[in-house]
């Protein structure tokens, strides 16, 4: 098994930096190419959720990304240093209530992510993500998600 | 791949040619200026999408409050896209049933519904 830890800021800009490692961890783990684009919307929901989390909870607390790959499995794990949110159910009706039920004399208040249920992100991962979890220990929550993967044997690696 | 920003007006229309990457750093622009269209006046709205490279949820929850801020001037907001990759997301969380989306910013002007 070869592993890859990175340990950012959580700052939303570390976030494109975080998916663009793990899509060249991923590439390297060998998944196919069809799959890559779903590691890296994937990476990026857990990542900017983690950094949401953090940023409310424990601002100086780092947003942590582990990348492992076996001889079959690519895995990413995500994790923060909050406590669990449910992913929000992805119902477009509620979304289109949601809209209409609050545009009136107020609708020029600030809306924007608050737009979306929270736990959209985690939701979103769930719709992508065939091999997908999401545990607390205490300390934070990790998102665990797996893709399959053929490792390439690459010249003088170990 | 930063996110790149631009407006122009075509009849009671304003098209929003977005490209690069919204995500949870850069969706706070397009925010930003979909705020200034509708704070100007602008309530029909045409995001087109063509050009853009990576859209994640903090994306679709700026378009959501785009969308509802048009409708509260009983505007209209119409999505240009016809990249599978960002089209997925769309399918993925339902959205497709909210947003009118086009293949072409010709589509979207000449659309009624």
């Given at each position: 098994?070869?592993?890859?830890?990175?340990?950012?800021?959580?700052?939303?800009a570390h976030?494109?930096?975080?998916?663009l490692?793990?899509?060249a961890?991923?590439r390297?783990?060998?998944v196919?190419?069809?799959l890559?684009?779903?590691?890296?919307?994937?990476?990026?929901?857990a990542?900017?959720?983690?950094v949401?989390?953090?940023?409310?909870?424990?601002?100086?607390?780092?947003?942590?990304?582990?990348?492992?790959?076996d001889?079959?499995?690519?895995?990413?794990?995500?994790?923060?240093?909050?406590?669990?949110?449910?992913?929000?159910?992805?119902?477009?009706?509620?979304?289109?209530?949601?809209?209409?039920?609050e545009?009136?004399a107020?609708?020029?208040?600030?809306?924007?992510?608050?737009?979306?249920?929270?736990?959209?992100?985690?939701?979103?991962i769930?719709?992508?993500v065939e091999?997908?979890?999401?545990v607390?220990?205490?300390?934070?929550?990790?998102?665990?998600?797996?893709?399959?993967?053929?490792?390439?044997?690459?010249?003088?690696?170990? | 791949?930063?996110?790149?920003?631009?407006?122009?007006?075509?009849?009671?229309h304003t098209?929003?040619?977005?490209?690069?990457?919204?995500d949870?750093?850069?969706?706070p622009k397009?925010?930003?200026?979909?705020?200034?269209?509708v704070s100007?006046?602008?309530?029909?709205l045409?995001?087109d999408?063509?050009?853009v490279?990576?859209l994640?949820s903090?994306?679709?929850?700026?378009?959501?409050?785009?969308?509802?801020?048009?409708?509260?001037h009983?505007?209209?907001?119409r999505?240009v896209?016809?990249?599978?990759r960002?089209?997925?997301?769309?399918r993925?969380t339902?959205?497709?049933?909210?947003?009118?989306?086009?293949a072409?910013?010709?589509?979207a002007l000449?659309?009624?519904d």
């Amino acid at each position: 098994m070869s592993t890859v830890h990175v340990s950012f800021t959580a700052l939303p800009a570390h976030v494109r930096t975080a998916r663009l490692v793990a899509l060249a961890v991923a590439r390297r783990a060998g998944v196919p190419d069809e799959l890559l684009d779903e590691v890296r919307l994937a990476v990026g929901e857990a990542c900017s959720r983690a950094v949401g989390i953090n940023v409310g909870v424990a601002p100086e607390e780092p947003v942590t990304m582990l990348l492992s790959d076996d001889l079959s499995r690519f895995t990413v794990e995500v994790l923060d240093v909050g406590s669990m949110d449910g992913a929000a159910p992805l119902d477009p009706g509620s979304i289109e209530e949601t809209i209409n039920a609050e545009s009136g004399a107020d609708a020029d208040a600030a809306v924007g992510v608050e737009a979306l249920p929270p736990g959209f992100g985690l939701a979103v991962i769930s719709g992508l993500v065939e091999d997908v979890e999401v545990v607390a220990d205490g300390k934070g929550t990790h998102v665990r998600m797996a893709w399959p993967s053929t490792t390439v044997t690459v010249p003088g690696a170990q | 791949m930063d996110l790149s920003l631009s407006t122009k007006t075509e009849g009671d229309h304003t098209v929003v040619t977005v490209g690069g990457e919204i995500d949870v750093y850069t969706a706070p622009k397009l925010r930003e200026q979909l705020i200034d269209l509708v704070s100007a006046g602008s309530y029909h709205l045409i995001v087109d999408m063509e050009k853009v490279d990576f859209l994640d949820s903090t994306g679709l929850g700026v378009l959501v409050g785009g969308l509802k801020r048009v409708r509260a001037h009983d505007g209209t907001l119409r999505l240009v896209c016809t990249e599978e990759r960002i089209l997925k997301i769309f399918r993925i969380t339902g959205l497709t049933k909210v947003f009118p989306i086009h293949a072409s910013v010709d589509e979207a002007l000449a659309a009624t519904d």
